[in-house]
């Protein structure tokens, strides 16, 4: 079993920045791919970014060039850096880890909340 424990989330203005980190435990030999996902109240959780840990990426297109993803494979810990967040990033984060690219753990999740 995989826990994930997150960190990083808050208020921010629009145009501002936060970086989430997410630090995996337990059967960290399952995790292949870690990412994020995010829910925003009354949606379903969507992808924002994952990666390998050979490094491949995928981003939600509406965060490319805006967000990073990254990841330390010493220390099981992916990160999540936004820049120039927008009110529509607002939502719930949760980290995500699995085998493959469908995830099989999840984080407790993070709020993140943007104001205009």
């Known amino acids: 079993q995989v826990q994930l424990v997150e960190s990083g989330g808050g208020l921010v203005q629009a145009g501002g920045s936060l970086r989430l980190s997410c630090a995996a435990s337990g059967s960290i030999f399952s995790i292949n791919v870690m990412g994020w996902y995010r829910q925003a109240p009354g949606k379903q959780r969507d992808l924002v970014a994952a990666i390998t840990s050979g490094g491949t990426t995928k981003y939600t297109d509406s965060v490319k060039g805006r967000f990073t993803i990254a990841r330390d494979n010493a220390k099981n810990t992916v990160y999540l850096q936004m820049n120039s967040l927008k009110p529509e990033d607002t939502a719930v984060y949760y980290c995500?880890?699995?085998?493959?690219?469908?995830?099989?753990?999840w984080g407790q999740g993070t709020q993140v909340t943007v104001s205009s």
């Open positions: 995500s880890a699995g085998l493959s690219w469908l995830p099989g753990s």
